[in-house]
């Protein structure tokens, strides 16, 4: 529950206002796959403006709507701005309340440590922001130089981030900040009291260190859903076994240890002689539904049935995500929710 006088960091499940899409076009690194990557962008934006409210950051509005085919025009509003790529999970705006109303904070995006041009995609929130794209009286803050990507923690809304020192304290991030500095930075500007930080777990192709939402997501406040290894021959084995001891030994603020949820190990998918980050725990939670990603495998159905156990009042929706992997995300990585209140509609 949200103390009135503190800053609050909502949870993916908190009731939100809609979500964001950054959509693919010729000049982002989609080139040679746009083909096949917009029907998965489609889907998306379908499933989303089907129950909630949709914004979409493109280059060009009409060849987006030529590309959706049908929308409701009352649910989505498109908003022309150059981008680099597609990844809002990570150059959107993240959100927190205050006493004051919600409020943006635009942390720097510098492409996963400079792996990647992103001049274009740092200035995306900003500029929503000058276009009204969020309500009145919704506060920015340009969080410069600080280096932070909403992929990279989760949060149970009751006073606790998740994340991975893979990511956090990586090379050309923030490593000029000690654990203890970054730490204390984290806790005053979301209102958390703790941070779990895990150690172990990574996906063969991410480029991202090791993002939180790839590898363990909270779904309720006591309940965390992770990628699970069984497979001992599995390159990851070793990793995400140790991981999964992490996760058994965190303890909820109460001292009770979470509710786990295992998802399986995605099959091995090889793209360009290398293998890509395919994962189920990259979903997205909605307001009435949770958007899982799929990959064409008989798995698809066991996460969507341990999925469904944990969100029993929402509808469990696959999406084909084979073409997003090829670029090394997958379908949380290219959308950001927003609070209610939050965008202008």
Known sequence: MQDQNQIFFPPEWYP??????TWPHKWTDWAPLLREVIPCFVSIAHAIMKRENLLIVCRNKKEVEQQLGWYDPRRVRFIEIETNDTWARDHGGITVLTPEGPKVYDFTFNGWGMKFPAGL??????RLF????????????????????GGSIETDGQGTLLT???CLRS????????????ERSLKNLFGVERILWLHNGY???DDTDGHIDTLARFCQEDTIAYVQCLNKKDEHYRELQLMEKELQAFRQPNGRP??????????????????????YANFLIMNTAVLVPFYDSPKDE????????????????GINCRPLIKQHGSLHCVTMQYPKDVLRF
């Open 16 to 21: 939100q206002s809609g979500i964001q899409l």
């Open 121 to 126: 995609d740092n200035l995306i929130t900003r």
């Open 130 to 149: 000058y276009r009204q794209a969020f309500a009145e009286g919704v506060k920015y803050e340009n969080m410069a130089p600080f280096v932070l990507e």
């Open 164 to 166: 991975t020192r893979r």
């Open 171 to 182: 090379f050309n991030r923030n490593d000029h900040l000690s654990t203890e500095v970054l």
């Open 203 to 205: 996906l063969a192709g």
């Open 258 to 279: 979470y509710r786990l949820v295992p998802l399986p190990m995605a099959n091995k998918y090889v793209w360009k002689a290398k293998r890509i980050p395919a994962t």
């Open 302 to 317: 066991i996460a969507r049935k341990r999925l469904k156990a944990v969100f029993p009042g929402r509808q469990i929706i």
